[in-house]
């Protein structure tokens, strides 16, 4: 789990230095919409979520997420949270990639290209939280413990900037 992350942090900085500053900012913007659409838009859909897919009653406790309190409904928000996240980004995606001219137009000097290189890595980290959050969701031993063995995992659900604490605030549900 800890190499798969690093190699998807090393492509966000390389993504990052070939973009630019402009560009990738504007891709660092479209990733933090993306997170707030979700945030204002997943509980209905993680209601109606109950109703169609089960949750495994054999789930054990969860090791990642200790702080939440109903492990089924914060699987469905976050389910919601995820897959509203993935529209809204493959949308601005879609949206951002007619600014790629940008990268063209700017100057191509090393400070374009160093904070090019540091909002990839932020940008990346954004997406992996968003990510790493439904997996640690998902009641499967395995992934559990992959996800409890890795430290970068765990730096990373527990320390992002804003968003792990909203995360874990927004997938609390009274039983």
Known sequence: ???????????????????????????????????????????????RFYLVMPYPSTAQANAVLTDVGNLEYAYYYMFAFFLIFLVSKIVIQIIVSGFDYLQQVTSDGMIQSITGTVLGLIEAVYVLVVILFFVATIPYQPVQEALAESGIASFIIE???IVSDKLIEWIQVES
């Open 159 to 161: 320390h992002t900037f």
């Open 1 to 47: 789990m800890t190499l798969i992350l690093l190699i998807i942090l090393i492509i966000g900085l390389i993504a990052g230095y070939r973009r630019g500053a402009v560009l990738q900012f504007m891709h660092l913007i479209g990733t933090v919409s993306a997170i707030v659409i979700a945030s204002l838009n997943y509980e209905a859909l993680g209601s």
